[in-house]
T-cell receptor, first 108, second 113 residues
Framework: SQQGEEDPQALSIQEGENATMNCSYK?????LQWYRQNSGRGLVHLILIRSNEREKHSGRLRVTLDTSKKSSSLLITASRAADTASYFC????????FGSGTKLNVKP | DGGITQSPKYLFRKEGQNVTLSCEQNLNHDAMYWYRQDPGQGLRLIYY???????QKGDIAEGYSVSREKKESFPLTVTSAQKNPTAFYLC????????????FGDGTRLSIL
């Protein structure tokens, strides 16, 4: 399978703390994307990082990419209860490959 | 507002019955996708289409069929040959320029009666 792997599978933190999720993938990539999914809803795109980029920021989100290790991480700073959701990394090489997701619970 | 609309939100299938899930987009996107999501899992690709009147099997196409007669529409039929159809089905689209994100609908939850 060429599906990505995410770590941890579940993460529970207090509001205000930072949350870090990691993703490993198996092929060359054009880009890597992170999505959020609230329970019972579709996926919402958060951020895209191209294969020639190493770090990208968007608001409270910071994404890093290490193509030599075939890995990426998503950092959410100063987390809020509304950040509670599942987070997926999706890497793109001819088609889209989904990780297994990290379930984040932010306790108020 | 541009987006993807999936209907219905909930669908029940009887044994031996085919059911069709609707997906419509007004984003002028060329590529459309159908995914299946089982509880606590990631998404698995069923079918995708890069252009009207053409589509390709994904990783789990058996028991499913699609059509792409219009750019805006990509319906998915779950046939009676799909023995375990209970899942959450998500439709997505993307522009075919490089490095584009996917836009998702809100999903259809299919259950067996």
């Amino acid at each position: 399978s060429q599906q990505g792997e995410e770590d941890p599978q579940a993460l529970s933190i207090q509001e205000g703390e930072n949350a870090t999720m990691n993703c490993s993938y198996k092929t060359s990539i054009n880009n890597l994307q992170w999505y959020r999914q609230n329970s019972g809803r579709g996926l919402v795109h958060l951020i895209l990082i191209r294969s020639n980029e190493r770090e990208k920021h968007s608001g409270r989100l910071r994404v890093t990419l290490d193509t030599s290790k075939k890995s990426s991480s998503l950092l959410i700073t100063a987390s809020r209860a509304a950040d509670t959701a599942s987070y997926f990394c999706v890497y793109n090489f001819n088609k889209f490959y989904f990780g297994s997701g990290t379930k984040l619970n932010v306790k108020p | 507002d541009g987006g993807i609309t999936q209907s219905p939100k909930y669908l029940f299938r009887k044994e031996g019955q085919n059911v069709t899930l609707s997906c419509e987009q007004n984003l002028n996107h060329d590529a459309m996708y159908w995914y299946r999501q089982d509880p606590g899992q990631g998404l698995r690709l069923i079918y995708y289409s890069q252009i009207v009147n053409d589509f390709q099997k994904g990783d789990i196409a058996e028991g499913y069929s699609v059509s792409r007669e219009k750019k805006e529409s990509f319906p998915l039929t779950v046939t009676s040959a799909q023995k375990n159809p209970t899942a959450f089905y998500l439709c997505a689209s993307t522009g075919w320029e490089g490095n584009q994100p996917q836009h998702f609908g809100d999903g259809t939850r299919l259950s067996i009666l």
